[in-house]
């Protein structure tokens, strides 16, 4: 099993549309978790941290499932600008400084 | 506020030359700094990361090479290109474990 694991998409949404994306991740004693963003031919930037107790950004939600292992990203009312490939990201104990980084999930919002 | 500089932002290199990518980081002492690739269509691979002046630890055995001269200053290198090595490269630095890694604008490194 790998260690991050995101459904690739492609997710095609229209305009306004919510919107949900999970991440599994294989060490269950992984602490820390984040959501990046990535626009094509860019640099990864943070979206946001994922706290135990689940937090709120906006028209974006992140929620941590410990017990099921999985991380998960809601967008509600979606726009155009929020097409990108969004990154789960985990950091397990005894990785030193690794952050495993899943592949990403695409989504394209559309008019 | 802290920031990340890398470049050159594109570069085109014959196979067999040598590769010499620069990152400095700058309102920050002591980061932590991570070289990362991403192939076309793939995820993010870990190449080398450094907590400290000369301290590097290498992820992938390949023939790329990483160093700390300074304490905010972070190269990748290679003597001798391979075509896999084509990829974004991307330079990271974060104040510790389990903190938020912040990113470089990347390389966008084709070799012919």
């Known amino acids: 099993r790998k260690e991050v694991e995101q459904d690739p998409g492609p997710f095609n949404v229209p305009e306004g549309a919510t919107v949900a994306f999970n991440c599994t991740y294989s060490?269950?004693?992984?602490?820390?978790f984040f959501w990046y963003r990535q626009d094509c031919r860019k640099e990864p930037k943070l979206l946001m941290s994922?706290?135990?107790s689940g937090n709120e950004d906006g028209r974006f939600t992140a929620q941590l499932n410990r017990a099921s292992q999985y991380i998960s990203l809601l967008i509600r009312d979606s726009k155009l600008s929020d097409s990108a490939t969004y990154l789960c990201v985990v950091n397990p104990p005894g990785s030193g400084y690794a952050l495993n980084f899943g592949k990403g999930t695409s989504l394209l919002v559309t008019p | 506020s802290q920031t990340i500089h890398q470049w050159p932002a594109t570069l085109v290199q014959p196979v067999g030359s040598p590769l010499s990518l620069e990152c400095t980081v700058e309102?920050?002492?002591?980061?932590?700094l991570y070289w990362y690739r991403q192939a076309a269509g793939r995820g993010l691979q870990l190449l080398f990361y450094?907590?400290?002046?000369?301290?590097i630890s290498s992820e992938v055995p390949q023939n790329l090479s990483a160093s700390r001269p300074q304490d905010r200053q972070f190269i990748l290198s290679s003597k001798k290109l391979l075509l896999s090595d084509s990829g974004f490269y991307l330079c990271?630095?974060?104040?510790?474990?389990?903190?938020?890694?912040?990113f470089g604008s990347g390389t966008q490194l084709s070799v012919l």
């Open positions: 309102g920050t002492s002591n980061p932590n």
């Open positions: 450094s907590v400290g002046i000369g301290q």
């Open positions: 990271a630095w974060t104040g510790g474990i389990n903190e938020k890694l912040f």
């Open positions: 994922v706290y135990s």
């Open positions: 060490n269950s004693a992984s602490q820390s």
